[in-house]
């Protein structure tokens, strides 16, 4: 039997450093787990097109479109701001989600409970916060044509184009249906169907759909009142489903609900392989935070609970998924921080080293 494969893109920034401590952690599976993966790594981002030219190699495009899961931890940086847009870093990680097909991008919002104090909102409005969003993620507004920046008569005008058929409609609210029967059987749609024609279209699939799936709530929500509610009292939402743009918005804004992006994972699903599991790719929410790359501040722990979605979703290895994560939220339980979970001064921050050394701990701990 062949282990399955796992292709990291560590990518610039802090990409590298938090994905250092996840090859410990798949390590650690396979010194005491006995789970072990057939691991390859190569380039995707500004790193990429320092060597290449390109954000994304057609030998690392190929690559991904074969293994059983793609890990890749951040891209851009300033020092590629001046690139055409055709070049820049962001484009390999839009290039591995359309030519993958991974349409249905999970995002998970979860309060741990050491850390209820960090987020801008009361104790009491995000504790035990456990929220997910399900983000339409090779469609819409960031894929339609036509797009671009045009003259017209003696001036420019820059057009994108919101456009969805019914079947990329259909695919994403049925994986959000999906995770609603594991889950809490409650389902809110977001769209803007008082005044977008695609939205109409969106509401009426995704009742359509909701035909077929009894037992889950379903509702839906114009997406600005929604941005409100997740403010006001975001423990009235379980699984979220929402296009490409607003999916984007309103997944960062849940994301701070939980005190810092340092601490979020996230999972891109396409449509099942061979083996019956699905495309994907898992990434951490945070960006490539060029300003403390190198300098061991940053904190590993969304790069090593995407690692976990993987288990959970590519592996189907759920109660070690669990047991990673647990892990994770005994280490925050124990006080250990890395600098962006720190609230008051005159402590000492964990480096990045020394939050997945913790993790590791706590792994051992575990068994």
Known sequence: MTNPSLLILPGDGIGPEVMAE??????????????????????????????????????????AQEVDAVLLGAVGGPKYDSLDFSVKPERGLLRL?????????????????????????????????DIMIVRELTSGVYFGEPRGIFEEGNERVGINTQRYTESEIDRVARSAFDLAMKRGKKLCSMEKANVMESGILWR???????????????????????????????????VIVTDNLFGDLLSDLAAMLTGSLGMLPSASLGAPMDNGRPKALYEPVHGSA?????????????????????????????????????????????????????????????????????????????L
């Open 22 to 63: 996840v090859r410990k952690i798949i390590d650690w599976f396979g010194a005491r787990r006995g789970i072990t993966f057939d691991v390859s790594e190569d380039l995707v981002g500004g790193c990429a097109y320092d060597k290449h030219g390109t954000p994304l190699h057609d030998d690392t495009m190929a690559r």
């Open 97 to 129: 989600r359309k030519e993958m097909d991974l349409f249905s991008n999970l995002r998970p919002a979860q309060c741990f409970d050491a850390l209820a104090d960090f987020s801008s909102l009361k104790k009491d409005v995000v504790a035990g916060l």
């Open 204 to 238: 009426e699939v995704v009742t359509e759909v909701g035909k077929d799936y009894p037992e889950v709530e379903l509702s839906h929500m114009y997406a600005d009142a929604g941005a409100m509610q997740l403010t006001r009292w975001p423990k009235q939402f379980d």
């Open 290 to 366: 060029p300003d403390i790359a190198g300098q061991g501040k940053a904190n590993p722990c969304a790069c090593i609970l995407s690692f976990a979605m993987a288990l959970r979703y590519s592996f189907d290895l759920g109660d070690e998924a669990t047991r990673l994560e647990q892990a994770v939220n005994a280490v925050l339980g124990d006080g250990v921080r890395t600098a962006d979970l720190l609230n008051e001064e005159g402590i000492t921050p964990a480096t990045t080293a020394e939050m997945g050394d913790a993790v590791l701990a706590a792994l051992d701990a575990s």
